[in-house]
């Protein structure tokens, strides 16, 4: 990301040691817009009340925006004066959906150019990759009438989230399909994309099942990756016409 910043979480602020302190500012309240459509579909949210304790509990000054029924004009309007965009998780076939009707996407490009920063927890993390196949691998089926899952493409690559070991086949399976790379994550682990470099933040090793990735380390807990932007790239050196 040459401009803002993007976060791309499994379990939210259950990475809080991570994600906070790029959500902290030391010279005023930090405003976060909470995205809450695709948490609206799922029928047990305990992650969505977490996270509202955690902004709470910081001082964080939020508000809970659904972007179903609204436009693009609408959604700038309503998210150009916060810092965040928090994208809650849930459901990432109904919030890709709720995107794509509502222009929730570019408006997203536009105010990450800005310099604002995006988070994603779970399907607020499919959402900002190039696809959303890999909500698909542990066996998802609702679609919600979707039959293209082409995303955000805010980063060019996928993210596997709220990975554990009996996943392993499965996301191996996946991989071996996938013509783009694949990072994983555990809920308590997060990636931050900025200037071209995904850094990895996590109190172990990453998993790595996709021997494309590729870390140079820097310390214990911070690992880095660094990818250049491709000459015919349309956002953050992601190429959209290639994201399957």
């Known amino acids: 990301m040459k401009d803002g910043t993007v976060i791309l979480t499994s379990g939210g602020m259950m990475a809080k040691k991570y994600v906070e302190p790029f959500l902290f ?13 695709a948490a609206k579909v799922d029928k047990d949210v305990p992650y969505f009340y977490n996270d509202k304790k955690e902004f709470m509990s910081h001082g964080f000054k ?6 179903e ?10 998210l150009k004066n916060f810092d965040v965009i ?4 849930g459901s990432a076939s109904y919030l890709l959906k709720q995107t794509k009707k509502s222009g929730f996407d570019k408006v997203i490009k ?13 399907a607020g993390t499919y959402l900002a990759c190039p696809n959303i196949k890999v909500h698909f691998w542990k066996g998802y089926r609702k679609k919600y009438g979707l ?7 805010l980063v060019p690559f996928l993210v596997a989230v709220h990975y554990e070991d009996i996943y392993k086949k499965n996301m191996e399976q996946g991989i071996l399909l996938s013509h783009l790379p694949v990072y994983i994550l555990k809920d308590d682990q997060a990636l931050v994309v900025k200037d071209y470099k995904t850094l990895f933040l996590g109190n172990e090793a990453p998993t790595i099942l996709d021997s494309r990735i590729k870390f140079d380390k820097i310390s214990h807990d911070k690992i880095v ?9 349309d956002f953050a050196g992601w190429t959209s016409k290639n994201n399957n």
């Not at 500012?25 to 459509?37: F, G, S």
């Not at 928090?86 to 998780?89: D, I, K, L, P």
């Open 25 to 37: 500012n030391k010279n005023r309240i930090v405003h976060i817009a909470h995205i809450i459509t």
């Open 62 to 67: 939020h508000i809970d925006i659904d972007i």
């Open 69 to 78: 029924g609204k436009n693009e004009n609408q959604l700038f309007e309503l």
């Open 86 to 89: 928090y994208v809650q998780g």
């Open 110 to 122: 536009r105010l990450i150019k800005q310099g604002k920063t995006y988070v994603g927890v779970s």
């Open 147 to 153: 039959s293209n899952f082409r995303s955000m493409s």
């Open 225 to 233: 990756a660094k990818w250049k932007p491709k000459k015919d790239c």
